[in-house]
């Protein structure tokens, strides 16, 4: 775990823009320091800001915003697919998760990614080509050391 992150690993983190982010630290729902002209946050943080209901509420929001923009997408020119992936997972596999899925859509174009983690749930969404998403998808089954399923 990091000692703390930048207001760029928090927009990863939340799926809220800088400038949203920037907004909440003036208005004080958001505590940070600026270091060397940099804001950072802590953990502890990071958890007091997505406590806050109306956060909570606009980071789920945007992470479900690919499935809504998809489904408002009558006139697709192109098969697509969109997936949502639920797996109970304590913190390891939410971690192995999350760098596979990550480490997949940063290779693949046209892929829209989100991840969310609670305690003992992560959730996947991708969307993109549906080719390119049944990749990602296969490549995650074929593993042998993915979450729930014994090395043999």
């Known amino acids: 775990m990091k000692e703390f992150y930048t207001l760029n690993d928090l ?10 982010l920037r907004n909440h630290l003036r208005q004080g729902t958001l505590s940070g320091e600026k270091i060397d002209g940099i804001w950072t946050f802590t953990d502890e943080q990071i958890q007091d800001f997505l406590a806050l209901p109306a956060v909570r509420q606009s980071v789920e929001a945007r992470r479900n915003a690919p499935v809504f923009d998809f489904l408002a997408d009558n006139h697709k020119r192109a ?6 992936l ?19 859509a940063n290779r693949a174009s046209g892929i829209e990614l989100r991840i969310g983690n609670t305690p003992g749930h992560t959730r996947v969404i991708l969307s993109g080509g549906e ?7 296969e490549a995650y089954y074929r593993r042998s050391d993915r979450p729930g399923i014994e090395n043999p």
């Open 79 to 84: 098969n697509r697919a969109c997936v949502i």
């Open 86 to 104: 639920d797996y109970v997972t304590d913190d390891r596999e939410a971690k192995a998760l999350s760098r596979f899925y990550c480490d997949c």
């Open 131 to 137: 080719d390119t998403v049944m990749d990602i998808l």
């Open 11 to 20: 927009a990863m983190i939340t799926s809220l823009t800088t400038r949203t």
